[in-house]
């Protein structure tokens, strides 16, 4: 009776039963190890020095309710380092700050989807696109990332799916929950889709200083100015300051007469919900001058890169599970052998519960990533390296059992 029926769709991949099992064998006195959800500050990471500063020196100005996009201060930086990206032709009135990404994903969606308008998204997918193209009633119809494309989409696959109610492609570069970082030949080949049927890309790259093993980068935008991009961005991973909510995202190619309307409903949702937080945009300029904090975790002895290897090295001796080697942002999407583990369709949440309460270890099934093979998880490379290695053991020697008690 009192629920919207846009609701009835939406469901937290990170935050929903599986964790909330989590929380109750935690409250019976267990310790768990809970790797749902990519939140370093929760596993000990500090917050930059630079960024402790800004927020000390921002606390009178912080108080006043800011300009409803972004403060100038903060907008500049990020303009200055999207064109050092390579984005054309935008400035800083292309630029909106949000409470995090995920409050710019609502906001875009109720910006540009109607009723019934599709939205072509990636599976695996993290699930605040889906989640908001559903708020917004609108569908998402998703495309496939091939496990043996070592998790890159194919554009051909992706045009495949494209209708004359499709509006947008979303895509997460580098990805949550696989870990790819796209190349620029199908990012190229993507940019030709959506010419060829003007379609309107979303671009969540909040990864996209998180890489590892020399990585490089690449903007959609920059590589297609004339396409209308929104591209993500925010400080939540890079600068471990999740909490702080502090996002943002670059309109590029929208022009014209329609391009300023779109912009001017953008100022509009941005005016009504006053401004984001304050004390956040104040450390926007201080964190992208600040580019260290994040090299030096994804680089040889940093913390993430050294999880990633000890991640890497435990699937690899593990019996059972198997992964393809990611080179950015904080995950890697495990694969259970399905002739050895029989996991049935549906059941992949079933069975991160089972591990909870046997193992004391959580981790989110692929199903919370929209993925519909029940052998799939993904790792959080957030906890202690020798915790990270022991709870992959824990989960091989569960798929070991899982198998005798529910399939001999
Ligand atoms: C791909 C992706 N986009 C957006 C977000 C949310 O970011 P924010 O903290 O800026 O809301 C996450 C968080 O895990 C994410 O993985």
Known sequence: MYKAERTKNVVSGTRGIVYKEALRVQAEGNKVLKMNTGNPAAFGFPVPDSLKKAIAEATEKAAAYSESTGIKEAKEAILAYDLGKGFKNISV???????????????????????GDEVLCPCPN?????????????????YECFEEKNWMPDADEIESHV???????????????????YSDELLLKICDVARRHGLVIFADEIYDRLLMDGAKHSSIAALAPDIPVMTFNGLSKSHIVCGFRCGWMTASGFTGKDGEEFKTVLETLSSVRLCSNTFAQFCVPAALADPVYTVEMMSPGGRIYERREATINAVNEAEYLSVVKNTGALYCFVRIDPER??????????????????KHVMVVPGSGFDYPKPNYFRVVMLPEPEELAKAIKDIDDFCRTYDEKHYH
Request: with cysteine; hydrophobic share 45%.
């Open 93 to 115: 009135n292309d630029i909106f700050l949000g409470n995090g990404v995920s409050e710019l994903a609502e906001m875009i969606c109720s910006a540009m989807i109607d009723p």
């Open 126 to 142: 993290y699930n605040l696109w889906t989640n908001s193209v559903l708020l917004a009633e609108g569908k998402p119809v998703f």
């Open 163 to 181: 209708t004359d109610k499709t509006k947008v492609i979303v895509i997460i570069n580098p990805n949550n929950p696989t870990g790819a970082l």
């Open 341 to 358: 583990v029989h996991i049935k369709d549906g059941d992949d949440k079933q069975f991160a519960m089972e591990m909870v309460r046997d």
